[in-house]
């Protein structure tokens, strides 16, 4: 194999390796705010839990921020503006980063 074909094998392999990585982070960070809106709400870990699957199938679907800020705003009502939602899941995207790297580097 020539040199720029093993470059290109290896940027390939780590744009492959850093998406997997974000996605993962971006279903944590759906189950962290399930987490907290359903905290919010007073309920259960196992409704919390259910919420979260919820969620996390809502973004595979549909693949946007938005969508997530719609459903949890739905699902809270009155409980939590759109602008409170969207600051908390860029805190729980910060953890949940942290938390995969962490996790990696094990």
Known sequence: MTTFAEREAAFENKFAHDEKMQFIARMRRNRF????????KGETVEQARAYGQELVHTDLQNVSED???????GYLGDLADEAKIREKM????????EQVLAEADL
């Open 90 to 97: 860029v805190e729980l995207l910060v953890e949940a980063k």
């Open 33 to 40: 705010m399930a987490v907290w809106a359903s905290t919010l």
């Open 67 to 73: 969508d997530v800020v719609v459903a949890v705003k």
